[in-house]
């Protein structure tokens, strides 16, 4: 049976690799080299190929070899990457499947308007088409196209080569690249165009021209391109050659494409019968897919062309590709089925154009059928376009298919030996317009005058032709009105039509024709009819909103259609709340967070919202904390009502009081926080703290004849609780007391004034120093200082020069300069240093007494300055001994003296002048024996 692309010249081969068909592999195959078979003779390869299943339509395919011809051009398809099967789930997922594209074509849909899906599906097409054409590579194999969308390409190939492509095991089919032919043979009155292209005229829509190149130096097509393009043709590209200038030979050249370019979308202007476009607005690309000057096209070229048009698509965003014009094809079909899987690549490239967004117009073809169309018109995806005479223009005879069921006669004069002859009237279908029951439209055709290649090039020496006709005319009509269509819908409803959408419009609203020759009614494209069915352009509404002092409002002001709804994002500013009354002029509407929507808008209006102040009212709390602890903070200021929290903290030996004194609410305590009652009015809330008992410090006596330490347990009169010796005896060695390694508990030492060194015991009890070292100058007359100069718990050492009155403390029990020093107090007047945590920060600080006048100065700081406390507590000049000590356990180190004469102790617990809280006697009076204080238990 002869093939029903018979009537092409074959000339390429394209192969295909292109996940949207069934890979064709016979069962048990196994992969082979499919360069292992080269010296097999070309009639034995031949008959071999006829039979290999992966061959659509094997005579065609050999043909050429078989007529003696060294080598052949066909399309082949390979078996789909797993990424491309990803992609195309993924396209379901996130797209709605056009019409046309979940029937019976073999064609899978990809999202081609997602750029990321597009651009992921051409990188996965170009690496597996590379990595099979790396492994067929040969001198037999000559690529001439390779495509973006669908996993294949074209090449030129001897039979040995075919063979080993076969071969391939990723090869499932090849398919012959059919050679093309332009569908030779005015129209906008006819269309009811004049009116609607006056208004929406194209303009923002691009239309790519799939044929034989545009002459961008036409007047009405640009006028000329710095080098190439212009401000009407803005793009384009040469597949039949492979070169970016698609503009046919000045003289030599093919016209066709011009001719449709200038139907289609060429400027305004009158010469002749021309006044321009149907979309003189719309832009255009020039996509050369004749190959040279001819007017032939292979498929791999038109293929190549239409999925130049999708990665172009939207190169100018601001008019972006939405229709193609294709007025070229051949053979007969005569159902969509057969014509979908006879060319698969070219129906996949439909198929990927649809998914992208893109309308195709294809001429039906000039063969008179009356039952079918030609290839690619019958392709389910694209709208195939008839013909019909604009005009009464007379008698006419047309060339016809022997098989035309035109009232037809013999003609030698004809290519095929038959001619129909009629009477050209307007609106009739012409004799030579194929028409099936698939037919999508007709449109205008026939003698149409339209541009020319410039000069002597082209249809005629003029820059013109009056001649243009066939349903290569009615395509590009029918492609211009669906730019114009297109350009109307984003005008009135603010977004383009999709593929299937335009077809209903053209095709829902178009006059109904009759085809004569075969009774078959279509519609004929009406393009006013088509535009006034678009939804009227809604009524635009201006919203505007204000805000009023301390607030604000976004946007200010909102566009939008009548009947629908405007919401305004409202914020008050710190110290205000937004009031939810709205005022204005618009419909009520209500609240979501602080989002308001209007009701539904009739007429500009505008809304306006306002804010009240927060009248802030506070109260101030403030804390105090008396001796054994602290409190966080001192002060807090709260909302009237509120609460406010302290954080109570009791220094070591203290326990903290559950009772709260003060004038707050009563609260209560969560740990160690307090939390008052709600505070209506200003107050203060005040902690106290008890001493555990034993946890202050008490006194002992040192012996310097026999060294020997008397330690008392408590401040009053009885035997020592813990006697022990440490140290030589009898050489002058003075006592200390401190807390050396931190662990509660005050243990004893002692300073060599001859060396300037110290030894420190960690228990009360006789046996070596843990800790000895040097520090300072020896034999100066230097006292022993001991504190807690940083606060870390752990007693140093320091030293006090009386001469100057200068005070050296260490940091560290160990040898090495001071880390502090400083002056405090007349120097040379014979005044005793003094060390304690005068102010219960933990922090031990210097003080000193004048024992002439019995008045003690102590400084809460470890620097030069003023005492900050002075006071006399005793009597005067009578040789008495100071002492410090925490003797109630508070926290704070106070004053006492020492009676040596009566061994009496007189201790005060306050840093203030008046009688001793506390008096005993402890130890043997005269003795010479030396005061001691210190928490000798842990």
Same mark, same amino acid.
């Given at each position: 049976?002869?093939?029903?692309?018979?009537?092409?010249?074959?000339?390429?081969?394209?192969?295909?690799?292109?996940?949207?068909?069934?890979?064709?592999?016979?069962?048990?195959?196994?992969?082979?080299?499919?360069?292992?078979?080269?010296?097999?003779?070309?009639?034995?390869?031949?008959?071999?190929?006829?039979?290999?299943?992966?061959?659509?339509?094997?005579?065609?395919?050999?043909?050429?070899?078989?007529?003696?011809?060294?080598?052949?051009?066909?399309?082949?398809?390979?078996?789909?990457?797993?990424?491309?099967?990803?992609?195309?789930?993924?396209?379901?997922?996130?797209?709605?499947?056009?019409?046309?594209?979940?029937?019976?074509?073999?064609?899978?849909?990809?999202?081609?308007?997602?750029?990321?899906?597009?651009?992921?599906?051409?990188?996965?097409?170009?690496?597996?088409?590379?990595?099979?054409?790396?492994?067929?590579?040969?001198?037999?194999?000559?690529?001439?196209?390779?495509?973006?969308?669908?996993?294949?390409?074209?090449?030129?190939?001897?039979?040995?080569?075919?063979?080993?492509?076969?071969?391939?095991?990723?090869?499932?089919?090849?398919?012959?690249?059919?050679?093309?032919?332009?569908?030779?043979?005015?129209?906008?009155?006819?269309?009811?165009?004049?009116?609607?292209?006056?208004?929406?005229?194209?303009?923002?829509?691009?239309?790519?021209?799939?044929?034989?190149?545009?002459?961008?130096?036409?007047?009405?097509?640009?006028?000329?391109?710095?080098?190439?393009?212009?401000?009407?043709?803005?793009?384009?590209?040469?597949?039949?050659?492979?070169?970016?200038?698609?503009?046919?030979?000045?003289?030599?050249?093919?016209?066709?494409?011009?001719?449709?370019?200038?139907?289609?979308?060429?400027?305004?202007?009158?010469?002749?019968?021309?006044?321009?476009?149907?979309?003189?607005?719309?832009?255009?690309?020039?996509?050369?897919?004749?190959?040279?000057?001819?007017?032939?096209?292979?498929?791999?070229?038109?293929?190549?062309?239409?999925?130049?048009?999708?990665?172009?698509?939207?190169?100018?965003?601001?008019?972006?590709?939405?229709?193609?014009?294709?007025?070229?094809?051949?053979?007969?079909?005569?159902?969509?089925?057969?014509?979908?899987?006879?060319?698969?690549?070219?129906?996949?490239?439909?198929?990927?154009?649809?998914?992208?967004?893109?309308?195709?117009?294809?001429?039906?073809?000039?063969?008179?059928?009356?039952?079918?169309?030609?290839?690619?018109?019958?392709?389910?995806?694209?709208?195939?376009?008839?013909?019909?005479?604009?005009?009464?223009?007379?008698?006419?005879?047309?060339?016809?298919?022997?098989?035309?069921?035109?009232?037809?006669?013999?003609?030698?004069?004809?290519?095929?030996?038959?001619?129909?002859?009629?009477?050209?009237?307007?609106?009739?279908?012409?004799?030579?317009?194929?028409?099936?029951?698939?037919?999508?439209?007709?449109?205008?055709?026939?003698?149409?005058?339209?541009?020319?290649?410039?000069?002597?090039?082209?249809?005629?020496?003029?820059?013109?032709?009056?001649?243009?006709?066939?349903?290569?005319?009615?395509?590009?009509?029918?492609?211009?009105?669906?730019?114009?269509?297109?350009?109307?819908?984003?005008?009135?409803?603010?977004?383009?039509?999709?593929?299937?959408?335009?077809?209903?419009?053209?095709?829902?609203?178009?006059?109904?024709?009759?085809?004569?020759?075969?009774?078959?009614?279509?519609?004929?494209?009406?393009?006013?009819?088509?535009?006034?069915?678009?939804?009227?352009?809604?009524?635009?509404?201006?919203?505007?909103?204000?805000?009023?002092?301390?607030?604000?409002?976004?946007?200010?002001?909102?566009?939008?259609?009548?009947?629908?709804?405007?919401?305004?994002?409202?914020?008050?500013?710190?110290?205000?709340?937004?009031?939810?009354?709205?005022?204005?002029?618009?419909?009520?509407?209500?609240?979501?967070?602080?989002?308001?929507?209007?009701?539904?808008?009739?007429?500009?209006?505008?809304?306006?919202?306002?804010?009240?102040?927060?009248?802030?009212?506070?109260?101030?709390?403030?804390?105090?904390?008396?001796?054994?602890?602290?409190?966080?903070?001192?002060?807090?200021?709260?909302?009237?009502?509120?609460?406010?929290?302290?954080?109570?903290?009791?220094?070591?030996?203290?326990?903290?009081?559950?009772?709260?004194?003060?004038?707050?609410?009563?609260?209560?305590?969560?740990?160690?926080?307090?939390?008052?009652?709600?505070?209506?009015?200003?107050?203060?809330?005040?902690?106290?703290?008890?001493?555990?008992?034993?946890?202050?410090?008490?006194?002992?006596?040192?012996?310097?004849?026999?060294?020997?330490?008397?330690?008392?347990?408590?401040?009053?009169?009885?035997?020592?609780?813990?006697?022990? @010796? *440490? +140290?030589?005896?009898? $050489?002058? #060695?003075? !006592? /200390? =007391?401190?807390?050396?390694?931190? %662990?509660? &508990?005050?243990?004893?030492?002692?300073?060599?004034?001859?060396?300037?060194?110290?030894?420190?015991?960690?228990?009360?009890?006789?046996?070596?120093?843990?800790?000895?070292?040097?520090?300072?100058?020896?034999?100066?007359?230097?006292?022993?200082?001991?504190?807690?100069?940083?606060?870390?718990?752990?007693?140093?050492?320091?030293?006090?020069?009386?001469?100057?009155?200068?005070?050296?403390?260490?940091?560290?029990?160990?040898?090495?300069?001071?880390?502090?020093?400083?002056?405090?107090?007349?120097?040379?007047?014979?005044?005793?240093?003094?060390?304690?945590?005068?102010?219960?920060?933990?922090?031990?600080?210097?003080?000193?007494?004048?024992?002439?006048?019995?008045?003690?100065?102590?400084?809460?700081?470890?620097?030069?300055?003023?005492?900050?406390?002075?006071? @006399? *507590? +005793?009597?005067?000049? $009578?040789? #008495?001994? !100071? /002492? =410090?000590?925490?003797?109630?356990? %508070?926290? &704070?180190?106070?004053?006492?003296?020492?009676?040596?004469?009566?061994?009496?102790?007189?201790?005060?617990?306050?840093?203030?002048?008046?009688?001793?809280?506390?008096?005993?006697?402890?130890?043997?009076?005269?003795?010479?024996?030396?005061?001691?204080?210190?928490?000798?238990?842990?």
């Amino acid at each position: 049976m002869a093939s029903p692309m018979a009537g092409f010249v074959s000339r390429f081969i394209v192969l295909s690799l292109f996940c949207l068909v069934p890979a064709i592999i016979q069962a048990g195959q196994e992969p082979t080299d499919p360069r292992s078979d080269l010296d097999t003779p070309p009639s034995v390869l031949t008959d071999r190929l006829a039979s290999n299943a992966k061959l659509l339509d094997s005579s065609a395919v050999l043909a050429d070899f078989r007529a003696g011809l060294p080598e052949t051009q066909v399309i082949v398809s390979l078996r789909p990457t797993a990424a491309a099967e990803v992609l195309a789930a993924q396209s379901l997922l996130s797209a709605e499947v056009p019409e046309g594209l979940d029937g019976e074509s073999d064609a899978v849909f990809y999202d081609l308007q997602n750029e990321s899906i597009r651009v992921d599906l051409s990188n996965a097409v170009t690496e597996e088409v590379e990595r099979v054409l790396g492994e067929i590579a040969g001198p037999g194999v000559q690529v001439t196209q390779r495509f973006s969308y669908q996993f294949g390409f074209a090449a030129r190939v001897t039979p040995d080569a075919l063979d080993a492509i076969a071969r391939h095991p990723d090869v499932v089919r090849i398919e012959h690249d059919w050679q093309l032919e332009p569908q030779l043979r005015q129209g906008l009155p006819l269309m009811n165009a004049v009116t609607p292209r006056s208004t929406y005229n194209g303009s923002g829509i691009s239309i790519a021209v799939t044929d034989t190149g545009i002459d961008t130096s036409h007047p009405m097509l640009g006028g000329g391109g710095q080098p190439i393009f212009n401000a009407k043709v803005i793009g384009g590209r040469d597949t039949g050659d492979n070169d970016n200038d698609p503009r046919p030979h000045p003289t030599l050249g093919n016209a066709h494409g011009t001719a449709a370019a200038g139907i289609a979308a060429g400027n305004l202007g009158t010469v002749g019968d021309y006044i321009g476009g149907v979309a003189p607005g719309a832009k255009l690309y020039a996509i050369k897919i004749s190959s040279g000057n001819t007017g032939s096209a292979t498929t791999s070229a038109m293929i190549a062309g239409w999925e130049w048009a999708i990665t172009n698509k939207n190169s100018d965003p601001a008019n972006p590709i939405l229709v193609i014009n294709t007025s070229f094809g051949g053979g007969f079909f005569s159902g969509q089925t057969a014509c979908n899987s006879a060319v698969p690549a070219m129906t996949t490239a439909a198929a990927n154009a649809v998914a992208a967004g893109i309308t195709i117009f294809v001429s039906s073809g000039n063969d008179g059928f009356c039952n079918g169309t030609g290839w690619p018109a019958c392709i389910s995806h694209v709208n195939s376009v008839g013909a019909v005479y604009d005009a009464n223009v007379g008698s006419k005879g047309w060339c016809v298919a022997s098989t035309s069921c035109a009232t037809k006669e013999q003609n030698p004069g004809c290519p095929t030996g038959w001619a129909a002859f009629e009477n050209a009237l307007s609106n009739r279908v012409t004799a030579y317009s194929n028409s099936a029951s698939f037919l999508t439209m007709f449109a205008p055709s026939n003698d149409a005058y339209s541009p020319d290649i410039r000069g002597a090039g082209g249809y005629t020496s003029g820059d013109y032709t009056p001649t243009f006709g066939g349903t290569s005319a009615a395509a590009p009509y029918a492609a211009g009105a669906a730019a114009v269509l297109q350009s109307a819908a984003k005008a009135r409803t603010g977004a383009f039509l999709t593929p299937s959408q335009v077809r209903q419009y053209l095709t829902t609203n178009g006059d109904p024709v009759t085809d004569g020759k075969v009774a078959i009614t279509k519609p004929r494209v009406n393009l006013a009819r088509a535009v006034d069915a678009l939804p009227s352009p809604p009524t635009l509404r201006t919203v505007t909103a204000t805000a009023g002092t301390g607030g604000s409002v976004t946007p200010s002001l909102r566009i939008v259609n009548q009947g629908s709804t405007a919401s305004f994002t409202v914020t008050a500013n710190t110290g205000y709340t937004r009031n939810n009354a709205v005022v204005g002029t618009c419909p009520p509407g209500g609240w979501s967070g602080n989002v308001y929507t209007t009701g539904a808008i009739a007429s500009n209006c505008a809304v306006s919202f306002s804010f009240t102040p927060i009248i802030i009212v506070t109260r101030t709390v403030t804390a105090t904390a008396g001796p054994g602890g602290s409190v966080t903070p001192t002060s807090r200021l709260v909302l009237l009502g509120a609460t406010a929290s302290f954080t109570v903290t009791a220094n070591t030996g203290f326990t903290r009081n559950t009772a709260v004194g003060g004038t707050c609410p009563a609260g209560g305590w969560s740990g160690s926080t307090y939390t008052t009652g709600a505070v209506t009015a200003n107050c203060a809330v005040s902690f106290s703290f008890t001493a555990i008992a034993g946890s202050g410090m008490s006194n002992g006596l040192f012996n310097p004849a026999t060294s020997t330490f008397y330690l008392r347990n408590a401040n009053s009169a009885g035997p020592a609780n813990t006697v022990f @010796g *440490f +140290g030589p005896p009898g $050489r002058g #060695w003075r !006592p /200390l =007391t401190g807390d050396w390694n931190g %662990n509660g &508990q005050t243990t004893v030492g002692l300073y060599n004034p001859v060396t300037s060194s110290f030894y420190l015991r960690n228990a009360n009890s006789g046996g070596a120093a843990e800790v000895s070292f040097g520090f300072g100058p020896a034999g100066r007359g230097w006292t022993p200082l001991t504190g807690d100069w940083n606060g870390n718990g752990r007693t140093t050492v320091g030293l006090y020069n009386p001469a100057a009155s200068t005070f050296y403390l260490r940091n560290a029990n160990s040898g090495g300069a001071a880390d502090v020093s400083f002056s405090f107090g007349p120097g040379g007047r014979g005044w005793l240093p003094l060390t304690g945590d005068w102010n219960g920060n933990g922090l031990t600080t210097i003080g000193l007494y004048n024992p002439g006048t019995s008045t003690f100065y102590l400084r809460n700081a470890n620097s030069g300055g003023a005492a900050d406390i002075s006071f @006399g *507590f +005793g009597p005067a000049g $009578r040789g #008495w001994l !100071p /002492l =410090t000590g925490d003797w109630n356990g %508070n926290g &704070q180190t106070t004053v006492g003296l020492f009676n040596p004469s009566t061994s009496a102790f007189y201790l005060r617990n306050a840093n203030s002048g008046g009688a001793a809280d506390v008096v005993f006697g402890f130890g043997p009076g005269g003795a010479g024996w030396t005061p001691i204080s210190g928490k000798w238990t842990p």
